[in-house]
């Protein structure tokens, strides 16, 4: 499967930004979907993921309240929204496709098995 991300951009302090990551290739609801960021000088960390149905969500306590994520299994598309954002939350942003997405190592960037491109979130203060 290939990843497409997009949406990023510059946003001041506050603000929002929605992220979007189209897929194609195999079936796109095979896979559990996850957001991870890597921010100047810091290891890639998991923000948020979903199950293959959309049904289960999950999310790092430093985005939970803020981020949304959800899914268009017709679209073949997984969304970010990101709201109150933070100069902290400037990173790139890469989505990644698991295909033995199980619910429990979600977090964990090497489950993925499809890497997106990654697309620059700058938050300004």
């Known amino acids: 499967v290939q990843l497409q991300a997009s949406g990023g951009g510059l946003v001041q302090a506050g603000g929002s930004l929605r992220l979007s990551c189209a897929a194609s290739g195999r079936t796109f609801s095979s896979y559990g979907m996850g957001w991870f960021r890597q921010a100047p000088g810091k290891e890639r960390e998991f923000v948020a993921a979903?199950?293959?149905?959309?049904?289960?969500?999950y999310y790092a306590d430093s985005v939970k309240g803020r981020f949304t994520i959800s899914r268009d299994n017709a679209r073949n598309t997984v969304y970010l929204q990101m709201n109150s954002l933070k100069p902290e939350d400037t990173a790139v942003y890469y989505c990644a496709a698991d295909l033995q997405f199980s619910g429990t190592y979600y977090y964990t960037d090497s489950e993925y098995d499809y890497w997106g491109q990654g697309t620059q979130v700058t938050v300004s203060s």
């Open positions: 979903i199950s293959r149905s959309g049904g289960s969500t």
